[in-house]
């Protein structure tokens, strides 16, 4: 089968971020048995080296140079003809921002000539490039991270978001988005749940699959030993909103009351492209933030507790999955252990749930203070992880959705 994976953001190395992460694995998983063109785009930080590594990965790379940020030119005259431009055409800023001419010319060229059988968009934001005609020539997936109207519902639910008064105006304008641009979709893929009756009650007749992130156990191996202590870690690149605002929370309104009672407690915030605010919280005592490093796993191995204190964001967290594969105790919120079955009365604990700084306070107490816990919950998570939740299951579903697809085209 010849597949076309669409993918404006560089999926290489797949360390990056949850976008990076999962387009790179599920095309490594289908690169085994099928013929992978990859069109993408190059960012400034991209080496050729890079580049270089991820054509090994794939029958063919074509990467074209990312358009200039638009949002670069600042000003309320620029913001509002944005806005204004998104009233007009139905697509959101984040998705015109990415959207390359030349991109569009070579995919309608590529599909015009009948090199491909199906046509994947890694991330919502590739569906630009899909003109709603090709359902007639090939099969049409699009792998959606996470809902952009359900995301911003939720910042605005919660108060992180950055702009209310914008958020509030463009909340109807991504609903009709998200709904017209599923229809171009001969199936849609999501990591939840949660996403996939989101996205139904949108568009009640689509096809929705849900399929999970996954971990890559050999990056992530299971930890030897407790090293004790108290040491607490975040993982994740750290110039997503999200995650600025989890590390933010954390840092200001957890991490102060818990070093009054433990007063050597550190918090190391792991992960690339930290954000000026990020950068701050370096000034805090006990802090230690990063940046980019070469192996996400050695660092968690040398924590005492992963934190996932996510506030907003949606779809199952690669971050979670990561530590519960190296073996690490993790306190987290509801957000944060989204689309995972982590406790009940019928479930083994597999986490501690916190949404509250007194929640987190106690949870973290607890697993400081009790080894056999720390214990429990690194085995119960790693077990979890290994059964449901790696990157050969996840593969194997997204191919079954390509195959599935290819044979109703024949039909038709």
Not at 41 to 62: F, G, M, P, W, Y
Not at 252 to 277: C, D, M, W
Not at 347 to 358: E, H, K, W
Request: proline share 6%; charged share 20%; aromatic share 8%.
């Amino acid at each position: 089968m010849n597949i076309l994976m669409l993918s404006s953001t560089f999926p290489y190395p797949p360390t990056r971020g949850g976008t990076q992460v999962r387009t790179f694995n599920l095309l490594k998983y289908l690169s085994q048995s099928h013929s992978i063109t990859l069109v993408t785009q190059r960012e400034s930080d991209v080496t050729d080296s890079e580049i270089a590594d991820l054509r090994d990965c794939v029958d063919n790379l074509v990467v074209f140079e990312r358009p200039p940020d638009p949002r670069s030119t600042v000003g309320i005259p620029k913001k509002i003809q944005r806005l204004g431009k998104f009233l007009l055409q139905g697509t959101p800023p984040s998705v015109l921002n990415r959207y390359s001419v030349e991109m569009q010319t070579w995919v309608d060229n590529f599909v015009k000539a009948g090199k491909c059988d199906v046509i994947t968009c890694e991330h919502s934001v590739n569906e630009i490039y899909i003109r709603p005609y090709f359902q007639k020539q090939v099969k049409t997936i699009v792998n959606v991270h996470s809902s952009v109207y359900g995301t911003c519902l939720n910042q605005l639910a919660t108060g992180t978001s950055e702009n209310k008064l914008r958020d509030k105006v463009i909340l109807p304008l991504l609903r009709r988005y998200e709904q017209n641009y599923c229809d171009k979709f001969s199936h849609i893929v999501v990591t939840t749940a949660e996403d996939q009756q989101q996205l139904q009650q949108l568009n009640k007749n689509a096809a929705i699959a849900v399929i999970p992130n996954g971990v890559d156990l050999v990056t992530f191996p299971n930890r030897l030993e407790d090293p004790g202590g108290h040491s607490i870690i975040f993982i994740g690149a750290m110039d997503n909103l999200a995650n600025i605002d989890a590390v933010c929370f954390f840092s200001h309104e957890v991490l102060p009351e818990l070093q009054k009672k433990y007063p050597e407690t550190t918090f190391n915030i792991v992960g690339s492209r930290p954000a000026p605010e990020v950068l701050e919280l370096k000034n805090q005592p006990g802090i230690n933030v990063t940046g980019r490093v070469p192996s996400m796993a050695a660092y968690l191995h040398k924590s005492t507790i992963c934190v996932v204190p996510m506030r907003t964001g949606f779809g199952i967290k690669n971050k979670t999955l990561e530590a519960m594969a190296a073996g690490i105790p993790i306190v987290a919120s509801d957000r944060g252990l989204e689309g995972l079955n982590v406790d009940g009365q019928t479930t083994p604990l597999r986490a501690l749930r916190a949404n509250q700084p007194a929640e987190y306070i106690a949870a973290i107490t607890q697993l400081f203070e009790q080894p056999e816990l720390r214990l429990q919950l690194s085995a119960n998570a790693r077990q979890l992880v290994q059964t449901e939740f790696t990157w050969e299951i996840a593969g194997q579903h997204y191919e079954q959705i390509c195959l599935h697809n290819r044979h109703l085209q024949k039909k038709l």
